[in-house]
């Protein structure tokens, strides 16, 4: 199983960016796939994640901002994220597993995750 994020980069605050999880080697449509994130010094944290029954769920910074989707493929899944602040500056990683409902915001619940890719909001 493999994932490869990508689609970060620089942009100011109050802009917008969409980040992509490609998910290759199970269907994603198996696998709840989730968005993390690392700020420097800081604890990895959850930002969101998609069950593949298209439940989403969002950690309580980004609610509101961000939205997850997914292609028709179910294959890659997208991060929209807008109205971007300079908190969320950090390295953005995507992640497969089978978390239950109590565990879904745990990075130790997700198996299989993909290279980070780095969101940086700044003016």
């Known amino acids: 199983v493999q994932l490869q994020a990508s689609g970060g980069g620089l942009v100011q605050p109050g802009g917008s960016l969409r980040l992509s999880c490609v998910v290759s080697g199970v269907t994603s449509s198996s696998v709840t796939v989730g968005w993390f994130r690392q700020a420097p010094e800081k604890e990895r944290e959850f930002v969101a994640a998609i069950r593949w029954y298209s439940i989403t769920y969002y950690g309580d910074s980004v609610k509101g901002r961000f939205a997850l989707s997914r292609d028709n493929a179910g294959n890659t899944i997208y991060l929209q994220m807008n109205s971007l602040k300079p908190d969320d500056t950090a390295v953005y990683y995507c992640?497969?597993?089978?978390?239950?409902?109590?565990?879904?915001?745990?990075?130790?619940?997700?198996?299989?995750w993909g290279q980070g890719t780095q969101v940086t909001v700044s003016s």
């Open positions: 992640a497969a597993g089978r978390p239950i409902a109590s565990t879904i915001r745990s990075e130790f619940a997700y198996t299989y």
